[in-house]
């Protein structure tokens, strides 16, 4: 059965394009960067990290070379807003790029896209050929003396982990993309070893659009602490599915109710490595300080068996995993096994413990945050479904 | 760190390499300190110091696996992870540069549980069994199993393999189901060495170690140094162990079985015995050798100055080609030719400069040629009959035995290559406590030998003897009217890549053993003999670029390239482990035999003098010795099908 696509109208949309950089290039590095912390803005990646504050790193590191990186791998399990993003408001996001980089001090952007995004490659270097001719990238952007910006395209592999920023740095490097430790980050330590900024695709946005309307339009909504608005990327069992607008703070029974979720049984906030959060705690809030998310939403219905949920989901960060640190290397597998073991009835109360056990060293003694994130949905799902996971009837050999 | 790393060379990728913490370049911040609590304990770091690092000075053990002194930093194995306060999850010790005071704790409950599942989660893909493995008893994995009160398999244990031992190279041996992942090997043979046969491939559960496509290790670019064996913290890697055959030679009465033992073993063996590094324990291993049934041992230092000799003759006639006959094909810098991992190295990488490479065989080589011939012939023995083992601190040393064009006697050179670790083995066997031996001498006719063999085992051991012989022969002077005790000590030491230039001002007579060759030594007069020593196949790299490219090393006559980091002392069949602390130990050991030694350059020892009145009576470099001592090599390139 096909789902309408449904969205409700996006900010985006009503935006002019090349407004934002005119603002950004009238203003000195440091008030851009200024207002972009007072904005409040957070990755919208899904680490949920103040972009000003990166900037800030960023643009006091010292070095002739700097770089300006756009995360477009979007490989979160039921993420695909900064598709729709790159498709209908790239010049959005490669102003943002641009505004990044005069802020930091970058000659240099690189938009890592994701290998099932080729099909996008050509109808964005066209975009960027045209900005190039319009003066809007190149040598002394827009008329701005001493100014130089321009910003390369480059492929992903298809490796899900290549999204996280310093595996990214490793395979726009040329490497297996695996991530490095931290510290150093790549604000001090990055592409080729000079200082970078590793954004989202929406985050770039974003600032574009914080730099046309200012600064207090964007803090004045959501939350506190999780200020704006944000897409998501909306799937699963609900009557809607597609990319929404939504300020951030919204409960997920809000949600629920503008895509047509209602009845749910469980909703999947962040993607395979968010949080699985159960009907009874439909009023939480999506929000950095409450449940984070990159924008991946997936809705369960009533009729969802949860186990095959986190089976999928622990499938998924077996095949992703890219297999350096021993934690999520052979710890994913071991869950992976306690599921299929709860699946046949002969998954023990105890080793079930032991199985909880091993998902909390995980996420407290991988190296990235894959493997810091892959037990969440299976940890979630057994305190919240016990009773359905649990008493299988057991299988037979 | 190592003193071996440098980087701008280095080609292993950011994500595995050591991430050092760059203090802001005001004067200030160089230098400057800061603070760090580990479990209560308060001390002051320069800025960038690993959290591990830091609890050594305080004497807080934090475990490790992936870890090793001499790589890069990867941070993978997660074992060594502590509390780090104020943050949300652990930290890797090993990867976490202090930049900001610290409070640190190192065995709380989660930090406990975190290693206990990880030593847990390693060994239920563990396929092996302990008592039937090389590493029991030294073995990083089973030690912490042991630590950590590991009393069963949490997640389980492999109940079958899942590779299969990969035994092609004659050198090194995989064994994959034993395996931990650690990628220090990975790192060893990319980033020390530079090498780069072995690399990771797939990823998540699927990954493992891998050469280029798969291929059997006998068949790709590995020059068998044996670094990734003395760097794997389990069995997953061994040499090629060959002590059935060599007892079985010693058990079988027709045959006459001898072993040459090279430098560096003696410095090194102690170490399995429980020893601290640096005891040699030279004259009680033979006196174990015989008792282990072996009919002579014999002192590769016999050969080492024989190949001095050998080869030194070889550098003074491409001098004279050059200088005097003006013969344009003569190439420079000459190599050494005497670690054949090197060998294999230079025949795979730079095979366009193997005309370059010293015709001379390694010590063990030319050993056991003159074994097989001279010794034969003097004992009336029928070669067919003698076994030659040689014991080396190396497993490169195994390939050469088994070189083909290794049998100019008529039969194979030499035998069987043995590791130090093996002979260990062997004598264990035999019931031999060896630290408690009586001493006894080397065997005639080669037993004197002199302190120049001796420091073959160090990198620079080789230039240095060869320098000594060829101040006296061709300066008519003692060496150690240049250089106080002869230690030529600008070529000693572990930088990577040392040089000296030697000003020839005035020569004598030539002596005797070189009058066949030449008439006067004039022409040298007023040259400049300029010389390298690199060791660590990385450092070659360097230097046979620099030759490339027309800098400095261009412009040397001779230089020395060992395979190994510190030379043979720090050779991949030496005990294990291996760091830069126990490598000085053993070149202490080593230099302080040479010292002890009445006769120390290698143009003065009797067995020698003998060896040339005696057999090779036409003199160095001669028609025979031509056919016994020297050989040619394979450009073999670095494209394998
Ligand atoms: C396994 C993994 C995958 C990730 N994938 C993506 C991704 O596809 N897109 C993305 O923007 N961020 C991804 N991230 C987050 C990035 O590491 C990084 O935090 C982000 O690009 C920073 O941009 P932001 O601050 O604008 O969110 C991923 C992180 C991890 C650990
Ligand atoms: S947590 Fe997983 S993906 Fe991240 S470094 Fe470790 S093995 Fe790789
Ligand atoms: S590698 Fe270590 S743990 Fe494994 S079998 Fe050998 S000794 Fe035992
Ligand atoms: S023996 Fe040396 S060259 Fe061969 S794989 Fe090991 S480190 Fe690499
Ligand atoms: S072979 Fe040894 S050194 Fe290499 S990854 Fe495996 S355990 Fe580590
Ligand atoms: S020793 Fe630190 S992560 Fe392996």
Redesign the pocket.
């Known amino acids: 059965m096909i789902m309408p696509t449904e969205t409700n109208q996006l900010t985006f949309s009503k935006v002019p394009i090349n407004e934002g950089m005119k603002s950004a290039l009238q203003k000195d590095r440091g008030e851009i960067i200024a207002m972009v912390s007072q904005s409040g803005l957070k990755g919208r990646g899904g680490a949920g990290f103040p972009t000003g504050i990166k900037w800030n790193l960023a643009a006091a590191a010292q070095d002739d070379q700097k770089f300006v990186v756009c995360n477009a791998d979007e490989g979160e399990p039921g993420t695909y807003k900064d598709r729709v993003i790159l498709t209908d408001y790239a010049n959005l996001v490669f102003e943002g790029m641009t505004i990044g980089g005069y802020a930091i001090g970058a000659r240099k952007g690189i938009l890592y896209l994701r290998a099932e995004y080729t099909y996008l490659r050509s109808f964005l270097e066209d975009l960027l050929e045209r900005r190039r001719r319009t003066g809007f990238l190149g040598q002394n952007v827009m008329g701005k003396r001493g100014f130089d910006f321009d910003i390369e395209i480059r492929m992903g592999a298809g490796a899900y ?1 290549c999204g ?1 920023e310093t595996a990214l740095i490793e395979s726009l490097e040329g490497q297996r993309g ?2 490095r430790n931290r510290p150093p980050f790549p604000v001090n330590t990055g592409f080729m070893g000079h200082p970078t900024i590793v954004n989202n695709v929406e985050t770039f946005a974003w600032v574009t659009c914080i730099l046309v309307k200012g600064a207090d339009w964007f803090r004045k909504i959501g939350t506190e602490k999780s200020t704006g608005l944000k897409l998501f990327s909306v799937s699963g069992d609900c009557s809607f599915s597609g990319v929404f607008e939504f300020p951030m703070g919204i409960t997920v029974a809000e949600l629920l109710e503008r895509v047509g979720g209602i009845g749910a049984k469980a909703v999947q906030v962040g993607g395979a490595s968010g949080h699985c959060v159960p009907a009874s705690e439909f009023d939480r809030t999506i929000a950095f300080e409450d449940v984070p998310t990159g924008g991946s939403i997936i809705v369960f219905g009533p009729d969802r068996d949860m186990l095959a949920v986190a089976k999928n989901f622990m499938e998924f960060f077996i095949d992703e ?5 021993t ?3 052979e710890g994913n597998e071991r869950l992976l096994e306690g599921i299929l073991m709860l699946e046949q009835g002969r998954c023990s109360m105890r080793y079930l413990r032991e199985l909880c056990a091993l998902g909390e060293t995980m996420q407290a003694a ?7 994130s ?1 037990p969440n949905a299976f940890l979630s799902i057994v305190a919240h479904f016990k009773d359905e996971i649990l008493g299988r009837a057991p299988v037979a050999d | 760190m190592a003193e071996f790393y440098d980087k701008e060379s280095v080609r292993a990728p950011m994500s595995q390499r050591l991430q050092r913490f760059e203090p802001p370049s005001d004067t200030q911040a160089i230098g400057a300190l800061v603070s760090v609590t580990i479990d209560g304990k308060e001390l002051k770091v320069p800025l960038g110091t690993t959290i591990l690092e830091a609890s050594k000075k305080v004497g807080v053990r934090i475990p490790t696996l992936c870890y090793h002194e001499d790589l890069c930093v990867a941070g993978v194995c997660r074992i060594c992870v502590v509390e780090v306060e104020g943050q949300p999850r652990l930290q890797a010790s090993c990867a976490y540069p202090i930049t900001a005071p610290i409070k640190v704790k190192t065995h709380t409950r989660q930090v406990r549980q975190a290693r206990r599942h990880i030593l847990d989660l390693l060994l239920s893909k563990h396929y092996g069994e302990c008592y039937a493995c090389f590493r029991n008893n030294n073995c990083e994995l089973q030690a912490l199993a042991k630590e950590y009160g590991v009393d069963f398999f949490r997640f389980g244990h492999p109940e079958k393999p899942r590779y299969r031992i990969d035994r092609s190279s004659p050198s090194v041996i995989r064994d994959m189901d034993k395996c931990i992942l650690c990628r220090r090997c990975v790192r060893t043979c990319i980033d020390l060495q530079e090498v780069g046969v072995l690399e990771v491939n797939q990823r ?1 559960n699927r990954s493992k170690v891998i050469t280029f496509g798969e291929k059997p290790l006998g068949d790709v670019i590995c020059i068998n140094c044996g670094q990734c064996i003395n760097r794997c913290p389990t069995g997953a890697l061994r040499a090629n162990d060959p002590t059935d055959d060599v007892w079985a030679a010693i058990d079988d009465p027709t045959k006459h079985v001898v072993i040459q033992t090279a430098p560096s073993p003696r410095a090194g063996i102690g170490e399995c015995f429980g020893l601290e590094p640096g005891v040699p324990l030279t004259f009680e291993m033979n006196t174990a050798l015989r008792r282990c049934g072996f009919d002579k041992v014999f002192d590769t230092n016999f050969s080492a100055d024989l190949t001095i000799i050998e080869e030194g003759t070889e550098l003074l006639q491409r001098l004279h080609k050059a200088l005097v006959q003006k013969d344009k094909m003569v190439r420079f810098p000459q190599f050494t030719s005497c670690s054949p991992g090197w060998v294999k190295f230079c025949e795979h990488f730079y095979p366009e400069f193997l005309d370059h490479l010293s015709s001379a065989k390694s010590p063990q080589q030319m050993f056991g040629a003159v074994i097989k011939t001279y010794y034969a012939k003097l004992n009336d023995l029928d070669p067919k009959n003698i076994v030659t083992v040689a014991l080396m601190p190396c497993s490169a040393k195994k390939f050469e035995c088994n070189r083909p064009e290794m049998c100019d006697s008529g039969y194979k050179d030499i035998d069987y290559g043995l590791t130090t670790r093996e002979l260990a083995q062997m004598i264990s066997e035999a019931g031999i406590y060896l630290p408690a031996m009586p001493k006894s001498d080397f065997d005639d006719p080669f037993g004197t030998a002199t302190g120049s063999g001796v420091i073959f085992g160090a990198t620079g051991g080789v230039m240095e003897a060869a320098l000594r012989t060829v101040i006296e022969l061709v300066c008519g002077i003692q060496v150690e009217d240049l250089f106080a005790h002869a230690d030529i000590t600008p070529v000693r030491g572990f930088d990577g890549i040392r040089f000296m230039e030697l000003p020839i001002k005035k020569v004598g007579p030539v002596p005797e053993l070189l009058k066949g060759l030449f008439e006067d030594w004039d022409w040298l007069v007023g040259a400049t003999l300029k010389v390298a020593v690199a060791h660590g196949t990385a450092n070659a790299k360097r230097v046979m670029e620099d030759i490339k490219a027309g800098g400095p090393c261009s412009e040397c006559h001779f230089i020395e390239f060992m395979a190994c980091p510190g030379g043979c002392l720090g050779g991949g069949g030496q005990p294990i482990p291996t760091s830069p602390e126990i490598r000085a130990a053993r070149a202490r050991a080593i230099y302080a035999e040479d010292a002890a030694y009445e006769v120390r350059k290698s143009h003065e020892n009797p067995a020698i003098v003998r060896l040339y009145t005696e057999f090779l009576t036409e003199g160095p470099c001669s028609h025979l010795s031509h056919h016994l001592l020297h050989t040619a090599y394979t450009p073999r390139g670095k494209y394998i099908v």
Do not use: D, M
């Open positions: 982990v996280e695996e991530p995993s890219c297999g350096q640190c934690p999520c290397r991988s190296k990235c945050g894959l493997g810091q892959s | 998540s």
